[in-house]
């Protein structure tokens, strides 16, 4: 979790009109504009603000080095609403994304962003990535839009959402530049049953890991093993982003 200073800052270093977070208070859609030029919708009463002023701030994710790399292909497995593929996509406009999120509210907010910034080149699928496949069918949410969510919402929402095995989601890809995994914890096992996939098909892989710091290399290990090298990294009490190549 990030602490009250440390959103300030992000809010400082993301928006050029910082009041636009008024509507983060009251329920509906609001817009928020960001220094990069990407503007978001976002729902009110939920963490989406945080998730636009993180990725928009720059100081989360290694945009300035993946905009030297130019990957011309990304692939983001668990987009929510855009903030990694939106960002990536106004640094890089020529790179061609997938974007896979399983929650139908998510995928929604995800198209009317990409149709807000008149973006084209980037795919959404309504499914989620995961172990197995799932087919549809209810799955129980303890917060659909992360921790923060789970304080103002009283009661956990349940939804319909497909989820398929990564070797299924990308068995259309030859290779891919750039995968993006934000999966809310589940990158443990991703990465234990698909690390010899991920080295046959990713180039790079950037990653936000939801766990202790003395973890991280625990997780990130199946890959390491594969002769992934991290090349990038930030840390914080709440979570750690990777860039491997």
């Not at 978001?40 to 290694?62: K, L, M």
Request: proline fraction near 6%; charged fraction near 20%.
């Amino acid at each position: 979790m990030y602490s009250f200073t440390q959103k300030i800052r992000f809010t400082l270093q993301a928006l050029p009109y910082p009041w636009e977070l008024l509507g983060a208070v009251r329920p509906g859609l609001y817009l928020l504009h960001t220094r990069r030029g990407v503007r978001f919708w976002c729902r009110g009463r939920t963490n989406d603000y945080q998730e636009v002023i993180i990725s928009a701030s720059g100081t989360e994710h290694p945009f300035s080095l993946l905009q030297k790399l130019r990957p011309e292909t990304l692939v983001d497995i668990g987009a929510h609403i855009g903030t990694v593929a939106l960002t990536l996509k106004h640094l890089l406009p020529a790179c061609r994304m997938v974007c896979y999120e399983p929650y139908p509210a998510n995928v929604e907010l995800l198209s009317k962003n990409l149709a807000e910034n008149g973006l084209s080149g980037i795919t959404i699928i309504p499914q989620g990535i995961g172990l197995q496949s799932l087919g549809t069918r209810d799955q129980f949410l303890k917060a659909e839009f992360g921790p923060d969510s789970a304080q103002i919402s009283a009661q956990p929402t349940s939804v319909k959402a497909k989820f398929v095995p990564l070797s299924w989601g990308l068995r259309h890809f030859a290779a891919i530049d750039l995968v993006s995994i934000d999966i809310e914890g589940l990158e443990r096992p991703l990465f234990k049953k698909y690390a010899a996939l991920f080295r046959r098909k990713c180039r790079y892989i950037m990653t936000e890991l939801h766990c202790p710091k003395d973890e991280t290399s625990v997780v990130l290990q199946p890959l390491i093993r594969q002769n992934f090298k991290i090349i990038w990294q930030k840390t914080d009490a709440g979570s750690s982003v990777f860039l491997l190549a």
